[in-house]
């Protein structure tokens, strides 16, 4: 019986741990979850969160061009991308995306089938954090890369042609894009262990972000706890945050992007670990 | 016969608590290969025992390995165990055989093996025909059918089947029934929890009852019913001549009751020694006292047992 799991088991029983199965077991948890995150009643709000910076852009698009300054552009993306995609759609979306990963299992009264499967509890949270992380990404890459181009291209497009093909533009648009993947890598791993602890995590997710939104008043040891503030270190224009802002030094890429990691990573193992000794109990849920 | 501990389900002083509230409380049990099946009232504990065993829920205090794996190691555990629970809730959006499917992939089972065991489990419960239809469609028994389906598809050794038989009709609870039958003679373990108390003394090799969280008895139902020494077996002997026979009878100590049936063709015997009794009965067929047409117990079933020790019958 369960011969083929049992060849592979034995076969990594040589090795110390038997990574061909877990990979395995991630690639099929992906890939069932992946189908409920794009293809769900619950992914019809996640479409609808990525258009929403879209509709302003497209509006925009029909204003005429003597109206409009090329030159404000990159300015205007930066306070487009830092109020409402960045703080706002990714924050929110990734919010959505990852709390449902454990707690709409939970309310669909559907986690069980999981735990009763021969899979290590680790790996489900990778298989799972792998699946959300995949589809925030996907979209909202896409609404960063689409509400630039939409920006850009409807009024002048030879010359946003020649900014991005010659000029600082495909490096700006890089930047924003690898920014946001940060941040459904960061918040991701956050709301999955918030959605794992607990029950109603709306609370909780509106006190993060008013931190984060907050973030500008704090002290420059305060500011550093917390996601925003090395992600705004990396953003190609900075924003003026305010008279009232407490200026800080922007931390450095090469310490923001491994911070970030090793964070996400401390969050992630907290969250398996929370998970290894769950129990399911969804009448008080 | 003599099991060896990795071929038993075994509980070690087991209690759990859900906060102050009592699941169930210091539970001792080694459960063998066959069907055992877990009885007593809603609220017993069943389902609490059948969580422990299957690592959804913790004990408080003790320990609990099935085949010598400790239940929270579910990498091992699931590659013996299949658990049919009672939550009537499915991951949304899917078709029987997707469902089967999917959950056999998370196992770790390659495409084209995954599906052919979905397809031997989906045959196994007569669902082939409604296999790509969605789950959400299914009937109250066609979901109580996926349900088995899926705790079976990957071949388990031991099945733990949460009132397995809820919402079928006669038909398929006895083809079902017929399925368990089948694979406890081919060596698996199957513990089922179960209200109906005639189809538990149908299939079930031996029973443990549970209330308010303590097991009240466990074992064979006979053996339970002979050790209820509290409780003399009650014998239905139908005879052309049943005062005689009551006045034959009735000069024994462990005899305590002899009452003619209604229809004066048969007489309720009440005895503490049934072994005791049957030899008397032999002896006074052999001396041509009396014609027996038939001898059947009355209250050694599970019904009898379950009203005896729990109290009502459900």
Known sequence: MNSAIDAIANKNNQSPLPWALWLRQIGAIFRFDLRKNFLGRRAILIYLLAMLPLFPLLVFAFVPANYKNFNNYSLIYSVLYNGLILRTLVFFGCAWIFMNLFRGEIVDRSLHYYFLSAVR?????????????????VLFTFTTVAAMLLLYLPSFYSQSMRYFTEGAGLTQLLTYAGITILACIGYGAFFVVVGLFVRNPIIPAVLLYGWEWLNFLLPPLLKKISVIHYLNSLVPIPVSEGP????????????AIPSMLGVTLVVLVIAAYRIRHMEIHYGSD | MTVAGDQLIIFDNVSKFYGEILGVNRVNLQIAPGITSLVGPNGAGKSTLMNLMTGLLRPTRGKISLLGIPTDQPEKLFRKVGYCTQFDSFPRGLTGREFITSFL??????????????????EHVNLVDAADRKVAAYS???????????????????LILDEPLNGLDPMVRAETIALFRKLAAEGLHLIISSHILHEVDMMSDRVVLVNNGYIVAEGNIHGVRDEMEEHPMQILIRCDQPAKLAAYVFAQNHVVEAKLHDDRRGLFVRTRDADGFYLLLNRAIADGEINVESVAPVDDDMSAVYQYLIGTTE
């Open chain 1, 121 to 137: 509890r680790e790996v489900l949270v990778a298989g799972k954090y792998i699946s959300g992380l995949v589809t925030s990404i």
């Open chain 2, 105 to 122: 992939l998370i196992h770790g089972y390659e495409r084209k093996r995954a599906d052919d065991l979905a397809h031997l489990a989906l």
């Open chain 1, 244 to 255: 009232f802002a407490v200026i800080a030094e922007p931390t450095p890429a090469y310490i």
């Open chain 2, 140 to 158: 109250k028994g066609m979901r109580q059918r996926i349900r088995l389906a899926q705790a079976i598809a990957h071949e388990p050794v031991v």
